[in-house]
């Protein structure tokens, strides 16, 4: 099961936010993408969604284009986790997870109980149990976004795309997303999500992609590619790129910006 | 919400509006108490005799009885227009007139009475402009590309209602003002005093044809609150269930325009109740709020008969009942909104 882009022009009619992007993603693998603000990564990624035709290239679900496939066929091979909002009617959190087993339904189908269990299974996996009564609009933007996951995974599909599942989150929640991502790749699924933090990738990526201007700068190991250099390039300033030692004898890459006094 | 406070508040609905038919019924001219009503009734399903004054069946079968069917009809249709446009436009201020339905059925029937045709004429013509209005905005959205296309249907429906406002205001102008000003006047602010069987019959199927789909996609419109490209990506086509809720809250509030001119309010209060009744699940808004529509429009039109020594015209009353509960309700329930 796969998610390619093979060189990829994304954007708007008359405005190409990126081009000649190519990269892959298959069941089981986490592929984290790095870049600075207004880079191109949610273009990039509705692209690959196929919510943004694409200005060039093509986009292959499963090997076939992504234009020749129904919104609920993709919605089945690959789920998408926007970052965390404000929904505009009070539907409980049960109801928003629920609306993942769409692509799964007819058109005139409403969920059915085995619907509802899945939905339930993808809360509870989630640990979000004691708020699946609660109203979305009214639990905290972590509690939301962890929503969001319970949602995409409910959605059953092949692979998760993440936009800044971390953005707006306080530090624990956004170790426990972290937790959560590792849990859904090694239980099978492919996820791309973007990020800020270089130090997340280093935490739970396989590969590193990192887009700079609209391009893909680079695409590797995490080792290989998140580099005083490489941070430097991207977003311009001086960070050191180090090890610390952590309990059992492993060590763990850490970025620490360099700060003038 | 549960579905056994869901199935209660249908329940309530329900038993509420059985009894406002029966009060409808037996206040007015002629009062008929449930028990004629019931014999009447009878009668026309059995064909057995019932003894009573034929003006009780004249009463029932001619002359309240349609007025009572199409305030439920129209009620319900407004209503549920209402709901499915207010999920459909992430909006709670938005009414089954946001795309120009009302404007447009407005200037085929000034036009209709300008040109002094006959009632059928009439109607027809402010069906027809109803749906041409809404076809007219959805074209003109559909073809303006690279923006939200929620917010173009807006602005198209917008500007496109007020050049029909224009429209009507010219025809007012330009009109008869001893004959035709008072019935274009009459006509606008709307009323079920001349509501006939033949009404009835004629707007039942348009009715069921835009409340069918509704329920049938009654899961993907709670999709369509999303973000579009959400939606989209939950696996929804987007783009062919708007149309289709389109052409169904269309046709419905044409066809109830279309006999009873123009009555705001419904389309956008009753939701409102309906979904702090059962929440925003529309397989329980859409039935509540078809409830609810049907029971404060028989109301108000009952009130509206019965109060004063004339009519009052519905929509002047519906605006009068409208208003306090709609800022009460958005006093007290503005929690759930964002």
Request: with cysteine.
């Given at each position: ?87 505009f009617f ?172 | ?69 199409s305030a439920l009809l129209i009620g319900a249709a407004l209503a549920a227009a209402g709901a499915a446009y207010q999920n459909m436009f992430r909006n709670p201020l938005v009414s089954p007139d946001i795309l120009g339905v009302s404007a447009g059925a407005a200037v085929g029937a ?13 109607q027809?013509?402010a069906f027809g402009f109803g749906l041409g209005a809404v076809g007219l905005v959805y074209?003109i959205s ?7 296309p929620l917010l173009v249907l807006v602005l198209a429906g917008v500007v496109v209602g007020s050049l029909l406002g224009?429209?009507v ?18 006509w606008l602010l709307g009323s079920l ?6 009404d009835?019959?004629?707007t039942l199927p348009l009715m069921l044809l835009g409340l069918v789909p509704m329920w049938?996609l009654r899961?993907?419109i709670n999709?369509l609150s ?15 269930i708007r149309f289709t809720v389109i052409a169904a809250a269309t046709l419905m509030t044409s066809a109830a325009v279309a006999i009873s001119g123009v009555i705001g309010w419904i389309g956008l209060v009753i939701p409102h109740f309906a979904r702090?009744?059962?929440?925003p699940?529309f397989?329980?808004l859409l039935p509540v709020s078809v409830l609810l529509g049907a029971g404060f429009l028989l109301?108000v039109d ?11 015209p519905l929509g002047v009353l519906t605006a009068?009942v409208g208003t306090?509960l709609f800022?009460?309700q ?9």
């Amino acid at each position: 099961m796969k998610l390619e882009a093979s060189h990829l022009d994304f954007g708007y009619r008359g405005h190409r936010v990126g081009s000649d992007v190519s990269l892959s993603l298959v069941s089981g693998e986490v592929l984290c993408l790095l870049g600075p603000n207004g880079s191109g990564k949610t273009t990039l990624f509705k692209t690959l969604l196929g919510l943004l035709p694409s200005q060039g290239g093509q986009v292959l679900v499963d090997g076939i284009d992504v234009r020749r496939k129904k919104r609920d066929e993709v919605a089945r091979f690959v789920s998408y986790v926007p970052q965390a909002h404000a929904a505009f009617f009070p539907f409980t959190v049960r109801e928003v997870v629920l609306m993942g087993r769409t692509a799964h339904l007819g058109v005139f189908s409403s969920p059915s109980r085995h619907d509802r269990e899945v939905a339930q299974a993808a809360i509870e996996r989630m640990r979000l149990g004691h708020l699946a009564g609660s109203i979305y609009t009214r639990i905290s933007g972590g509690e939301r976004q962890l929503a969001l996951i319970a949602r995409a995974l409910a959605q059953d599909g092949h692979i998760i795309v993440m936009d800044e599942p971390t953005a707006n989150l306080d530090f624990g929640n956004q170790v426990r997303v972290m937790e959560h991502i590792q849990a859904v790749a090694r239980a099978g699924m492919g996820v791309l999500l973007s990020t800020h933090d270089p130090d997340q990738a280093f935490l739970c990526a396989d590969r590193v992609a990192m887009l700079h201007e609209g391009r893909l700068a680079r695409l590797g190991a995490p080792d290989e590619v998140i580099t005083s250099e490489s941070l430097e390039q991207i977003y311009g300033v001086d960070v050191v790129v180090t090890r610390v030692p952590m309990d059992g004898g492993r060590q763990r890459a850490i970025c620490i910006p360099v700060v003038a006094d | 919400m549960t579905s056994a406070r869901a199935w209660g508040a249908g329940a309530l609905a329900s038993a509420m509006l059985a009894g406002l038919v029966l009060i409808a019924f037996s206040v007015g001219r002629f009062p008929v108490s449930a028990g004629d009503l019931l014999s009447v009734l009878w009668t026309g399903l059995t064909g057995r005799e019932h003894g009573l004054d034929p003006t009780i069946e004249t009463v029932v079968l001619k002359i309240r009885g349609p007025r009572v069917a199409s305030a439920l009809l129209i009620g319900a249709a407004l209503a549920a227009a209402g709901a499915a446009y207010q999920n459909m436009f992430r909006n709670p201020l938005v009414s089954p007139d946001i795309l120009g339905v009302s404007a447009g059925a407005a200037v085929g029937a000034v036009l209709g009475i300008f040109l002094s045709l006959n009632v059928i004429a009439i109607q027809s013509l402010a069906f027809g402009f109803g749906l041409g209005a809404v076809g007219l905005v959805y074209v003109i959205s559909s073809t303006v590309r690279g923006h939200d296309p929620l917010l173009v249907l807006v602005l198209a429906g917008v500007v496109v209602g007020s050049l029909l406002g224009a429209c009507v205001a010219l025809m007012k102008y330009l009109a008869d003002p001893y004959n035709q000003l008072p019935a274009i006047t009459f006509w606008l602010l709307g009323s079920l005093a001349s509501a006939s069987p033949e009404d009835v019959w004629s707007t039942l199927p348009l009715m069921l044809l835009g409340l069918v789909p509704m329920w049938l996609l009654r899961w993907r419109i709670n999709l369509l609150s999303l973000e579009d490209e959400e939606a989209r990506a939950l696996g929804v086509e987007t783009g062919r269930i708007r149309f289709t809720v389109i052409a169904a809250a269309t046709l419905m509030t044409s066809a109830a325009v279309a006999i009873s001119g123009v009555i705001g309010w419904i389309g956008l209060v009753i939701p409102h109740f309906a979904r702090m009744l059962v929440g925003p699940d529309f397989s329980r808004l859409l039935p509540v709020s078809v409830l609810l529509g049907a029971g404060f429009l028989l109301g108000v039109d009952t009130l509206a008969r019965t109060v004063a020594r004339i009519e009052i015209p519905l929509g002047v009353l519906t605006a009068f009942v409208g208003t306090p509960l709609f800022l009460w309700q958005l006093a007290t329930a503005r929690r759930g909104w964002q």
